[in-house]
């Protein structure tokens, strides 16, 4: 599965659940001479503005990548400098109650990024949910997508940093029957993806 089909389905998901999200592909910074572009950035307003920062894998970035460091490497480079590029600045706001940004490094379901994401799951398990961009509360989720071939609104994802660490009983019951994913853990070894 290749990036640009799940970046069409993102895309889709935010357009059909939020009425004035602001979704941008390949979307630039540049901070501190640190450069970079992020799959799909979205600007939602839930009455605060909260970054949804998304970088997608798909199995040619899994198969081109030396390993889940280099993955990783991208992904917190990310986090650390999309909101330190002035045009992306996110500020504290009083009565804010729910994160400011959303960090999400979304693998595709499937057997080539799940053999990857299970081979590592000590590293991408390790990534802690709870962030911060400054002052501003954020969360950080590695997930596999799900729902890509039904209705754009009902995309979701399956965490494996959190309380679901991947293959545990938790993530494996959070997989939906049927999906790409579920189908993709069955084709991965056994050994390396317990039951």
């Not at 940004?101 to 991408?124: E, G, I, Q, W």
């Amino acid at each position: 599965m290749r990036e640009d089909e799940l970046a069409t389905r993102v895309v889709d998901h935010y357009a059909a659940a939020h009425e004035d999200a602001d979704v941008r592909l390949e979307e630039p910074y540049d901070a501190e001479g640190r450069r970079g572009v992020v799959d799909v950035y979205v600007r939602l307003r839930t009455p605060y503005r909260v970054d949804h920062v998304i970088e997608l894998k798909g199995d040619a970035a899994v198969r081109g990548a030396t390993g889940a460091n280099e993955v990783l490497r991208q992904y917190r480079r990310m986090e650390r400098y999309f909101h330190a590029d002035s045009t992306h600045a996110i500020r504290p706001k009083l009565g804010r109650t729910e994160p400011g940004a959303r960090f999400l490094l979304c693998f595709a379901p499937t057997p080539t990024c799940v053999y990857h994401v299970a081979t590592h799951r000590s590293l991408y398990g390790s990534v802690d949910p709870a962030g911060r961009v400054d002052d501003v509360p954020a969360i950080r989720t590695v997930a596999f997508l799900t729902g890509l071939d039904g209705d754009p609104a009902d995309l979701g994802m399956v965490s494996v940093n959190g309380d679901a660490p991947f293959g545990s009983t938790a993530f494996l019951n959070a997989v939906p029957a049927e999906s790409r994913l579920a189908e993709s853990l069955r084709r991965v070894d056994d050994d390396l993806v317990e039951f």
